[in-house]
């Protein structure tokens, strides 16, 4: 189906997520991102000990800027992530996109209606490509750097546990559903029959 920025006539409404409305999911979620960054620590820890990222044997400005990179390329990730997402589904067809921060949340969001399988693909986008991107680094990077990048990877996996709770919840749905994500909530449709 081609991105519509109206709802086609025959749809309904069947579902609806939001994260800032829906304190249970909410919890849910957080909880399940905690234990996935909880278990890619002691999975990075056994690859390369937590403490080389305190490690001074190079002396105190390579400490410091270790934490330096740390700290922008956490914030930066946060807007590469959603704007991965935004590109995405600008991709798809949907001709505005909007950003926004609600204090406890970064989105992107829009008031297009997405098919099925192109919004799984927005969804998982930034984890996929930050997942790679990351990884690689991790991998070819100096031990002394791998737990800076290693961090925004926790970051990455884990703070996707959103995007991977509603793909999970999603699939599970009819083939012809439509999405419209405007950032803070999104709303299923599916046909009537």
């Known amino acids: 189906m081609k991105i519509s920025t109206e709802l086609p006539t025959g749809y ?21 991102a905690a234990v996935i960054a909880v278990l890619l620590a002691v999975l990075g820890h056994f690859h390369i000990s937590i403490l080389s990222l305190f490690d001074l044997s190079h002396g105190f400005l390579p400490y410091l800027a270790r934490f330096g990179v740390l700290a922008v390329a956490s914030v930066a990730y946060i807007v590469l992530h959603e704007l991965v997402h935004g590109v995405t589904m600008k991709l798809f067809g949907c001709p505005r996109v909007k950003y926004g921060f609600t204090g406890l949340y970064a989105f992107a969001g829009s008031d297009c209606y997405f098919g099925k399988w192109p919004y799984i693909a ?5 984890v996929v490509l930050w997942g790679i991107v ?11 750097w791998f737990w800076v990048v290693c961090l925004v990877q926790i970051t990455n996996l884990s703070g996707a546990a959103g995007d991977l709770y509603v793909t999970a919840k999603f699939l599970r749905l009819p083939k012809s559903i439509l999405v419209r994500d405007v950032g803070v909530s999104m709303t299923v449709y599916a046909r009537e029959e």
């Open 134 to 144: 990351l990884g690689v680094l991790c991998a070819t990077l100096p031990a002394s």
């Open 12 to 32: 309904r409404e069947i579902l609806s997520v939001d994260l800032q409305k829906n304190k249970k999911l909410a919890v849910l979620v957080n909880v399940s």
């Open 122 to 126: 927005i969804a998982l986008a930034p």
